[in-house]
Antibody, heavy 114, light 108 residues
Framework: DVQLVESGGGLVQPGRSLRLSCAAS????????VTWVRQAPGEGLEWVGY??????????EYGAPVKDRFRISRDDSKSVAYLHMSSLKIEDTGVYYC?????WGQGTKVTVSS | EIVLTQFPATLSLSPGERATLSCRAT???????IAWYQQKPGQSPRLLIY???SRATGIPDRFSGSGSGTDFTLTVSRLEPEDFAMYYC?????????FGQGTRLDIK
């Protein structure tokens, strides 16, 4: 089956770091960009960033609220992409989704609280 | 950054009726890089339309997208009970991707 599975969410204190994973299966994920989108409780969708395929340079772009704090990387040998989050703020709380083309994961919940 | 405004914020209709959802951009979206997503409570978003008017795989033909420049529309020709959900437009024209704030489609 074609699927994406996120993991790594949890409760973390403000200022700390967390790494989310997005594992792909059933298709050659290395050929595609991986996008991260988040959703705060009761709110709409917010684009976090994406990483291009290695064939297109493997570079990443980020939304303004997370730029300089978040970093996306990928390990195509494992079919996994990562969202490295640092200096976390309370407003980073939400469900984090990864997506590739029209495939979305189920999301992983991040709660930033003291 | 391109800001997307969706309207109405809430649309209350009955099954069988036609729904028209709008999305307006603050700048022209080149090559119509607009997508529409449906999201139901507790679920991940589902891609409906990309390139402003192309249906994603498996999407029923009662869903259609149109528009160009700064004004885009998602139309559901005859609402089915399962169509009542949140809908978001997204632009992916620039390296900074943005979403609209969403339209809630409610059962009247």
């Amino acid at each position: 089956d074609v699927q994406l599975v996120e993991s790594g969410g949890g409760l973390v204190q403000p200022g700390r770091s967390l790494r989310l994973s997005c594992a792909a299966s059933g298709f050659p994920s290395g050929d595609y960009a991986v996008t991260w989108v988040r959703q705060a409780p009761g709110e709409g969708l917010e684009w976090v960033g994406y990483i291009r395929s290695e064939a297109k340079g493997g570079t990443a772009e980020y939304g303004a609220p997370v730029k300089d704090r978040f970093r996306i990387s990928r390990d195509d040998s494992k079919s996994v992409a990562y969202l490295h989050m640092s200096s976390l703020k309370i407003e980073d709380t939400g469900v984090y989704y990864c997506s590739i083309e029209d495939i979305w994961g189920q999301g992983t919940k991040v709660t930033v609280s003291s | 950054e391109i800001v997307l405004t969706q309207f109405p914020a809430t649309l209350s209709l009955s099954p069988g009726e036609r729904a028209t959802l709008s999305c307006r951009a603050t700048q022209s979206v080149s090559d119509n890089y607009i997508a529409w997503y449906q999201q139901k409570p507790g679920q991940s978003p589902r891609l409906l339309i990309y390139g402003a008017s192309s249906r994603a795989t498996g999407i029923p033909d009662r869903f259609s997208g149109s528009g160009s420049g700064t004004d885009f529309t998602l139309t559901v020709s005859r609402l089915e009970p399962e169509d009542f959900a949140m809908y978001y437009c997204q632009q992916y024209d620039r390296s900074q991707i943005t979403f609209g704030q969403g339209t809630r489609l409610d059962i009247k």
